[in-house]
């Protein structure tokens, strides 16, 4: 069974973006870069909601990662209203299913809110991999929404980065 990892960036105080959506307060650094460039070579899909879509796309992304199979989960989009992405109107958590079940590489679940959050109430995700920024935003959109049981986890890694970035990578215990 292939392993969904979720991938975010977050500051201290576990916000994901400010209010209006800006991440204007991210770091991008030689050893992130690195860091990114191992773990593409372990993936072949990501999955990732509407909200933060868009937000990547406000970002300069293309949408799309080159090698990459890219999902986008939505219920406003239409369903070829996307180049080079697959938009999924279907129940995320039924089709994520399925998708792992799948024979291929590992997933990458990008972004934070409710479609993570259904993610982890079907116990669907295997590993948490942040990148926490030193700044503490006071507020803006939270990393995580409020879920209905505890989840365990197993630390991996844990490592400073530059810019005072730290890099923590978490297993989901089962």
């Given at each position: 069974?292939?392993?969904i990892?979720?991938?975010?960036?977050?500051?201290?105080?576990?916000?994901?973006?400010?209010?209006?959506?800006?991440?204007?307060?991210?770091?991008?650094?030689?050893?992130?870069?690195?860091?990114?460039?191992?773990?593409?070579?372990?993936?072949?899909?990501?999955i990732?909601?509407?909200?933060?879509?868009?937000?990547?796309?406000?970002?300069?992304g293309?949408?799309?990662?080159?090698?990459v199979?890219?999902?986008?989960?939505?219920?406003?989009?239409?369903?070829?209203?996307?180049?080079?992405?697959?938009?999924?109107?279907e129940?995320?958590v039924g089709?994520?299913?399925?998708?792992?079940?799948?024979?291929?590489?590992?997933?990458c679940?990008?972004?934070?809110?409710?479609?993570?959050?259904?993610?982890?109430?079907?116990d669907?995700?295997?590993?948490?991999?942040?990148?926490?920024?030193?700044?503490?935003?006071?507020?803006?959109?939270?990393?995580?929404?409020?879920?209905?049981?505890?989840?365990?986890?197993?630390?991996?890694?844990?490592?400073?980065?530059?810019?005072?970035?730290?890099?923590?990578?978490y297993?989901?215990?089962?």
């Open positions: 069974m292939r392993r990892t979720f991938g975010v960036a977050n500051s201290l105080d576990n916000f994901i973006a400010r209010t209006d959506g800006a991440v204007d307060w991210l770091y991008w650094s030689d050893d992130v870069s690195a860091i990114m460039t191992d773990f593409w070579k372990m993936i072949d899909t990501v990732i909601g509407r909200k933060s879509f868009e937000a990547a796309l406000k970002m300069g293309g949408g799309s990662y080159p090698g199979k890219t999902y986008v989960f939505s219920r406003t989009l239409k369903k070829d209203a996307l180049q080079d992405v697959e938009v999924v109107l129940d995320a089709f994520v299913r399925k998708l792992k079940g799948q024979q291929g590489k590992d997933i679940c990008m972004g934070g809110g409710a479609f993570a959050n259904s993610l982890f109430e079907a669907l995700i295997d590993e948490i991999g942040f990148n926490i920024h030193p700044v503490l935003l006071g507020s803006g959109i939270p990393l995580y929404l409020e879920m209905k049981r505890q989840i365990n986890l197993e630390l991996l890694e844990c490592r400073s980065l530059k810019g005072g970035c730290v890099l923590v990578r297993r989901v215990k089962r």
